[in-house]
């Protein structure tokens, strides 16, 4: 354990994962030197608020910040921020940035997250947004006056939130997106519906099941959006728009390594992507053995659990990573929260409370398997109902009984 | 072990009462958590770190 105590680690993303990591590491006895490289300049924060809190100007930048500057110089780490990773030596463990530094370690932890897609087009438009960092929440919340139109492009958890955050501002909102009724494709029909209501009943023009052709404006770069075309060839005027449809594994400074990438860095059922190499957070696609398969989970406890089994396994105590998959989201005062998933096809049953009154748990099956646990404004009995789930899993796992 | 919750802060996860359900529990209405003990055991303390460092908005904090 010695050698292990006392080894160099760079981890590479200094978000909620990669922090995690390292304070994991020193809480289990890590004293070696401990680096952490971003490519943003700012101290690590937060990203839930973003689409929440944050933007709707309820939390200022100190109340987003993941530690106080205090707790971050107590874990004895290096942070090299503004620097972007761009070439990883799997064998040598070494990284190069963009401004020619090389850091090599014993152990190398990849947390660089997620970036958002585009739509094709779209960076040539004032005014069109993706919402990923803090410097695109402040541009965004610029926007977001009392009055304007919002056309928020994707109708998956971040964009549904932003609606209802911009709706709260009191903005005339649009939201549109290929699932038929926002976050369907997370929450299922029961959920999706009762969310599509509260959204209705807020006043967001709902525009699902269609696709965005393109953004209209005005001509020449930096020219202001002015419009969202749909695939019917529908207009929705626009004075801002969000794109929110998805992410990817910010993976491409790993392309040439050796490490395989198939969305996300492929690692074993410990999140180890190559000898001494680990990946954790929303870039890392590992083998969930309760669950038979790969899976990449972009979620923030999700985060934080990965990052303390990965940081067990640098220290030499692993074992396999097996979480219940957990989100949960807020919208006008709602929280909503899901373990597991709720599949197409999957048969949902309320269990407790009533969707009448605004509270409930529904469980949802998959051939009479029990796949998720839905949870409507009633966070506490959805917990003591995730403990079926977990049970379920946990029996699943033969090597682990 | 002293333990302090900052309940402002807490999203109602219930990552704490998965992690250590005899120190923390959540309120009926909304989710909310609350400490049923804020001077654990020191056996407990494994479970009640383990809980500090699950909880996505780090509202629980512990002095030893």
């Known amino acids: 354990m010695t050698n292990h105590l006392g080894q160099d680690v760079l981890v590479v993303g200094a978000s909620a994962a990669g922090l995690s990591t390292a304070e994991a590491l020193r809480r289990g006895g890590h004293r070696g030197r401990l680096t952490l490289i971003d490519a943003e300049l700012h101290p690590p924060y937060d990203r839930p608020p973003l689409s929440k809190q944050f933007l709707s100007g309820a939390w200022n930048d100190a109340r987003i910040a993941l530690r106080p500057p205090e707790a971050l110089s107590e874990l004895d780490a290096d942070f090299v921020l503004g620097e972007r990773a761009t070439h990883l030596d799997v064998a040598q463990r070494r990284v190069k940035t963009n401004t020619g530094r090389v850091v090599s370690a014993d152990s190398v932890v990849i947390a660089t997250g997620v970036r958002p897609r585009r739509l094709a087009g779209q960076e040539a438009f004032t005014g069109a947004h993706v919402l990923r960092s803090v410097d695109d929440a402040r541009r965004l919340r610029a926007g977001l006056r009392p009055g304007r139109r919002l056309v928020v492009v994707g109708n998956g958890v971040l964009g549904s939130e932003v609606a209802a955050t911009a709706r709260g501002l009191g903005l005339s909102v649009s939201l549109v997106g290929s699932a038929e009724q926002p976050m369907g494709g997370q929450l299922g029909d029961l959920g999706a519906s009762e969310l599509a209501a509260v959204h209705r009943a807020a006043g967001v023009n709902l525009v699902g099941g269609h696709h965005v052709r393109s953004l209209i404006g005005e001509s020449g770069r930096g020219g202001r959006v002015t419009g969202v075309v749909l695939d019917s060839g529908e207009v929705l005027p626009a004075d801002e728009v969000i794109v929110a449809i998805g992410s990817e594994p910010a993976t491409d400074w790993l392309i040439g390594s050796g490490l395989e990438l198939d969305d996300g860095v492929l690692c074993d059922s410990r999140c180890r992507a190559a000898d001494g190499v680990w990946a954790v957070g929303d870039v890392a696609r590992w083998e969930h053995l309760g669950l038979g398969g790969t899976i990449r989970l972009e979620n923030r406890t999700n985060a934080t659990e990965q990052a303390i089994a990965v940081a067990r396994d640098v220290l030499g105590d692993g074992e396999p990573y097996l979480p219940v998959p957990f989100f949960w989201t807020d919208q006008y005062g709602v929280k909503i929260q899901m373990y597991g998933a709720i599949p197409p096809g999957a048969r949902t049953e309320v269990v407790d409370g009533d969707p009448a009154d605004g509270r409930f748990v529904a469980l949802a099956h998959d051939d009479d398997r029990l796949v998720g646990v839905l949870g409507w404004g009633i966070p506490k009995q959805t917990r003591v109902r995730r403990q079926e789930l977990a049970e379920q899993m946990a029996a699943s796992v033969p090597a682990l009984r | ?64």
Do not use: H, N
């Open chain 2, 1 to 64: 072990m002293k333990i302090t919750l900052d309940q402002d802060k807490c999203v109602a996860s219930g990552q704490c009462v998965t992690a250590a359900d005899s120190v923390f529990d959540q309120r009926d209405e909304d989710g909310i958590a609350v400490l049923l003990d804020a001077e654990p055991s020191p056996e407990r303390e494994a479970e009640v770190r383990q809980a500090a460092a699950v909880c996505p908005v780090l509202a629980i904090r512990i002095q030893s």
